[in-house]
């Protein structure tokens, strides 16, 4: 018999390969929120009212981060995933340190534009390499510890933001993460390499781009999925963008004060309501798949109230406590419905099938969302003062409505659209 060949050199291991994600994931939302927590400061110092703001939250960043990331997610299920992540990386970083030298509002916004043209090719790949790493059974709470980025990041960014802005001013709070994220791009590409496909159990090696499109097209749970995300980003970046100007104009907090409420509120919440979602769906999909969009639906029609009452108090401790829970609610989604999405299509096509997804998210709800809600402000300003800003958000709470009739209805679908693995 003749000798075996020697054994493939061993990879790293699957839940390294997550941290590395993970810490890339932080910073994408370090970069992409920091802007939140120096509206204050911007505004006072290049004279940008709340509709300029809401442009730069929203549109300028998710317009080219919605459509480019369709094409780079295509371009990593056919070349190498690791490396369109680490190029991404770079680039929002390097966009990002350059937010601190604006001069006006258009210096800022094409630089927002760029975090947005870098941040495009790193979500959707991170997926499908989770994909790759993961089985289905664990998906959906691999996915949610990804997400946890999402809460990390966006404290780190409101408290690391607030400090350096108070202690230098809001260019050296840019300057400083945009440095950071430079820094992590060698260790990960260095750690992190595309596990090798088995495309022979998956299905076709070389799906077209077509053909990725019309499978999903034709299936009612992705559309459904799609825009009940949709509708609840449209909430949840506008309320994670404006939440500390209201703070700050409703509560009279300070900057630094801010920095902690909006923190504490994200680690607290958001961390369990993550970690809950993906643990739950795992758990109840295994009966049904609908569970996979169920579990989200229910935890919007939870928030809807919560959130209210916390918008609406005028007691800082109060609001507090209102907000954690329908903070935890408002990220229990994520793992779920990105791990469903990941299963309406053969592996070869989950970059493409996560872009896909992230195209109508995120253009509707971060670059709806944040505009909307700073418009809407805007326009009540007349009637409500500087107490505009909470009636648009009391408002705005009707998109977890929404949102929770969509996921209701995904999940009639789910169980006929969700495809198997080999």
């Known amino acids: 018999m003749a000798a075996s060949a020697s054994p493939p050199r061993s990879g790293p291991g ?10 890339v994931y932080v910073f994408n939302f370090v970069d992409r929120q920091i802007l939140a927590i120096l509206a204050a400061p911007i505004q006072a110092d290049l004279g940008l009212d709340d509709a300029q703001m809401g442009l730069l939250g ?4 998710a317009l080219l981060y919605s459509t480019l990331g369709v094409p780079l997610a295509w371009l990593a299920d056919r070349t190498s995933r690791s490396w369109v992540i680490t190029g991404s990386l770079l680039v929002w970083s390097l966009f990002t340190a350059l937010c601190g030298f604006a001069q006006g509002f258009w210096h800022i916004f094409l630089a927002r534009v760029g975090v947005g043209v870098g941040e495009a090719g790193g979500v959707a790949p991170s997926y499908a390499v989770i994909g790759d790493y993961f089985p289905s059974e664990r998906r959906a709470f691999a996915l949610s510890i990804y997400s946890l980025g999402i809460p990390l990041g966006s404290a780190a960014g409101v408290l690391a933001g607030g400090y350096i ?8 709070a840019f300057l400083a993460v945009g440095a950071a994220g430079l820094l992590l791009a060698v260790p990960f590409k260095a750690i992190v390499r ?11 090696a070389e799906l077209r781009f077509g053909e990725i499109a019309r499978m999903l097209a034709a299936k009612p749970a992705f559309w459904l999925l799609a825009f009940g995300a949709a509708s609840s980003s449209m909430l949840g970046y506008g309320l994670a963008f404006w939440l ?14 801010t920095s902690w409420f909006i923190g504490a509120v994200l680690l607290l919440g958001g961390v369990s309501g993550m970690l809950a979602g993906g643990r739950l769906s795992d758990r109840l999909g295994a009966a049904s798949r ?6 989200p639906a229910c935890a919007f029609v939870i928030a809807v109230p919560l959130f209210a009452g916390g918008i609406y108090v005028s007691s800082v401790a109060i609001a507090f406590v209102l907000f954690l829970v329908p903070q935890a609610m408002a990220y229990v989604w994520l793992g779920p419905v990105l791990s469903a999405v990941q ?21 509707i709800g971060l670059g709806g969302g944040i505009y909307a809600l700073g418009a809407l402000s805007t326009a009540l300003t007349p009637v409500y003062g500087t107490e505009a800003l909470r009636f648009s958000m009391l408002f ?4 977890y409505l929404l949102a929770a009739l969509l996921m209701g209805l995904a999940g009639r679908h789910l169980p006929r659209d969700w495809v198997e693995e080999a």
Do not use: C
């Open 58 to 61: 929203g549109i300028a960043f």
């Open 244 to 257: 500390p100007s209201l703070l700050q104009r409703s509560f009279g907090l300070d900057l630094v004060q």
């Open 290 to 295: 609908a569970w996979y969009a169920w579990v």
């Open 343 to 363: 299963h309406l299509v053969p592996p070869p096509a989950r970059s493409t099938a996560s872009a896909l997804f992230l195209l109508i998210n995120n253009l």
């Open 14 to 23: 699957p839940r390294l390969v997550l941290a590395m994600l993970l810490a």
């Open 194 to 204: 595309d596990k090798p496909r088995a495309h022979a159990e998956s299905g076709p």
């Open 165 to 172: 802005a108070a202690a230098v001013d809001w260019r050296a």
């Open 396 to 399: 705005a709470l009707s998109l």
